[in-house]
């Protein structure tokens, strides 16, 4: 995959981008990262990037013009009605706090493309001609302000590379992650339950223990360490399904939950409200 970032600040991904997975994404070719600054675009002596918003309001705005000649300069981006219609294998987004909000759905939609160009937004904003007529999406990574888009397309850039083929050593990893919104995985001998290292169907992951089985009084659960796969999967689920309910509720209205898993929910909050009656 090829990615390109607009900014004004190219000297911030120097860091964020030289480690990890993104760097040894970068390092076996899967990924190749172009940083491009946006005042190498401009016209004028002060090399200015920005200016007031036409009908006068607080703070300055980027201009359109080196954005659009910075776009051009990359070649082979396909036309913006080609991307919005899927028929490119490319997409050029905005980040913006006005866009659609960042999940794993959407990082596993982009990791599948040929060409991602994040154009980082500052100030106040972008001029709208960016968005109307250049981007073909506009993504936030949380509904929240950022002072612009450099964090937020670094954000994409990490959780986009893990997504790819090859960036993660064990690609099953990636499958049993929080979010992560694939039904049950079968069991080891291949009957329709999930196993004892089912994925998380959307849910918050379950929880995880290493060495020493005891630390400071705190013992690792006696369950995992009895060897039976079926007791350890259905503490495992359980424990998701608390851990989800506990702190993202929201997400158990999409999640697909088994007949088993509404059962166990169901004493999970017998539980919870015993605990807070």
């Known amino acids: 995959m090829k990615i390109d970032i607009l900014t004004i600040f190219p000297d911030f991904f120097r860091g964020p981008l ?11 070719g899967l990924v190749e990262l172009g940083i491009h600054d946006l005042r ?37 981006i396909a036309p913006r009605e080609s991307r919005v219609s899927g028929a490119a294998s490319q ?6 706090a006005q866009g659609r909000k960042l999940d794993q759905g959407l990082a596993g939609e982009l990791s599948k493309l040929q060409r991602l160009v994040l154009i980082c937004g500052r100030y106040e904003g972008v001029d709208e001609r960016i968005s ?16 612009g888009g450099e964090l937020g397309a670094a954000v994409i850039v990490d959780a986009v590379t893990r997504l790819i083929p ?30 004892s290292t089912c994925v998380s169907g959307g849910l918050l992951d379950y929880p995880h223990y290493t060495r020493p089985a005891e ?28 851990k989800t309910l ?8 999409e999640a697909a939950l088994s007949k088993e898993d509404k059962e166990l929910l169901a004493g999970i909050k017998r539980e919870f409200a015993g605990q807070l009656g």
Request: aromatic share 6%.
């Open 40 to 76: 190498n675009f401009t016209r004028d002596k002060h090399r200015s990037v920005d200016d007031r918003p036409f009908g006068g309001g607080e703070g300055m705005v980027l201009k359109p013009e080196p954005i659009f000649e910075c776009l051009d300069s990359l070649g082979e």
């Open 246 to 253: 506990r702190n993202r509720p929201d997400l158990l209205d």
């Open 132 to 147: 109307e007529h250049l981007a073909d999406r506009e993504v936030s990574v949380g509904d929240y302000v950022l002072s």
């Open 18 to 28: 030289d480690y990890g997975i993104v760097r040894r994404a970068r390092e076996t």
């Open 91 to 96: 997409s050029v987004v905005l980040l913006s």
């Open 166 to 195: 090859g960036a993660v050593g064990n690609e099953a990893s990636t499958r049993q992650e929080s979010f992560t919104a694939q039904p049950s995985c079968t069991s080891e001998v291949g009957r329709e339950a999930p196993s």
């Open 215 to 242: 630390f400071r009084g705190m013992a690792v659960p006696e369950v995992l360490m009895n060897g039976n796969h079926e007791e350890i999967r259905r503490w495992r689920r359980k424990s998701a399904l608390a």
